[in-house]
């Protein structure tokens, strides 16, 4: 067919990409797991208002979301194919969850948002929230249980740290408003020297230093003393999001985690309200979290400290080599196509597939596999080891099977 049949943007997942999927999926579980944490899954519709209101979507976020009216008779009210997983799982612990303990949440689903092209409109994310007062502690977890995950994926992965506070401590004493704020900062970030040229000359008693700020890193706690020494003077509402970050990275290099430091590396950074974090793996992002400490009360909960972080499952799923499948099928060959044959076929299927072995009867035999026919009171095994086998009994397939590598 010459026009195609899927829809722009998105992604089928054959059998080779979904054992690389399962992969990213089955250490993701088992560190949360391993941590506490407790599985939970989302509703792929929500109210629009709950993006909106928690100021999570900004203008250009916003003109990317799936939104519709959700008729209900005559009335309706807008909806959207969640964006993203965060507000979902919050708005999930105010409804259900909020007892005032500690809720150590995670899930893996998707999220859509519209792209130019054929770029990806659906993505996979393995995602954990911690909500309730859980800091420092919590920050320094969330590090540690995605460095996990990748680790055991076995990529290298480099962390990078940083605080929306140093950055919304200089543009505020720059005398810059909330909107001016956020302009000037996505230009620093896309790279535009003259933004950070304007941010020079509105604090002269800073001057060139601020390029050290917002367009330098550095390693570990040295550089956040680093940091302190060159702003304290002449920025002081600089100390306290310097003494977080200073706490968290501290943990971190005493656990053998070396942590890059970088201001300038939140862009929607009036959504995080403490310590955020990054993990790369060969010079691309690949996840990234951080703590959202206003947004329960935001979306019409109390004001519940949280934070929480997201791994690109696909992104990770694609990093990894691609692997043959590692299962060897055995197939239960039927000769003659009646009832009583075909009877005898499935159940000898069943009784091997009860031994732990992976067994089929409809299907193409795999090149080179083994397969195994019922021959009056015995069975004749074909595949294994040269020559076709008699064997007297289904405990002996099931043996030679395992021995052949089937499981």
């Known amino acids: ?58 203008p250009q976020m916003l003109g990317r979301v799936y939104s519709f009216l959700d008729w209900d008779g005559w009335s309706g009210e807008r909806v959207v194919l969640r964006p993203d997983s965060t507000i979902p799982s919050a708005r999930l612990y105010a409804d259900s969850l909020d007892g005032g303990d500690v809720a150590k949440l995670f899930y ?8 130019e092209g054929d770029e990806s409109r659906e993505d996979w994310q393995c995602g954990v929230e911690l909500i309730g007062d859980s800091q420092p502690q919590g920050d320094i977890e969330l590090v540690l249980l995605g460095r996990e995950v990748l680790t055991h994926l076995g990529l290298q992965v480099e962390v990078r740290l940083s605080h929306p506070g140093l950055v919304r401590a200089v543009l505020a004493r720059a005398g810059l408003d909330a909107s001016e704020q956020l302009a000037l900062y996505d230009r620093i970030l896309d790279g535009d020297d003259s ?5 020079q000359e509105r604090l002269p008693e800073v001057g060139g230093s601020l390029e050290m700020l917002l367009s330098m890193e550095g390693e570990g706690v040295a550089y956040l003393g680093n940091l302190r020494s060159s702003f304290g003077g002449s920025i002081p509402e600089l100390e306290r999001s310097l003494d977080e970050l200073a706490v968290v990275a501290g943990a971190l290099e005493g656990l053998g985690c070396r942590c890059l430091i970088s201001a300038a590396m939140v862009r929607n950074f009036e959504y995080y309200t403490g310590p955020a974090f990054q993990f790369e793996v060969a010079g691309r992002r690949v996840g990234s979290g951080g703590r959202y400490d206003a947004l ?56 091997l597939r009860a031994e732990g072995l992976t067994v089929q009867v409809a299907g193409t035999a795999p090149d080179g596999g ?11 095994l074909s595949g294994v080891g040269g020559k076709a086998r008699r064997l007297a009994s289904v405990e002996a397939v099931a043996e030679a099977l395992r021995e052949s590598g089937c499981d």
């Open 296 to 351: 329960l009360s935001l979306i019409g909960g109390r004001q519940v400290p949280a934070s929480g972080f997201a791994l690109e499952a696909g992104a990770l799923a694609g990093l990894l080599s691609m692997e043959a499948s590692e299962r060897r099928i055995a197939t239960v060959a039927v000769k003659a196509a009646d009832g009583e044959a075909l009877a005898l076929a499935f159940r000898l299927a069943s009784t």
């Open 370 to 380: 083994p397969s195994v026919e019922v021959a009056g009171e015995e069975f004749v």
């Open 195 to 199: 933004a950070l040229r304007e941010l």
């Open 1 to 58: 067919m010459d026009k195609p049949t899927r829809c722009r943007g998105m992604r089928d997942m054959l059998p080779d990409e979904m054992r690389r999927f399962r992969r990213v999926e089955e250490a993701f579980r088992a560190a949360c797991l391993g941590w506490g944490y407790e599985e939970i899954r989302t509703p792929v519709l929500e109210y629009l208002h709950l993006f909106t209101t928690a100021g999570t979507l900004s």
């Open 108 to 115: 893996v689903q998707n999220v859509f948002r519209f792209a």
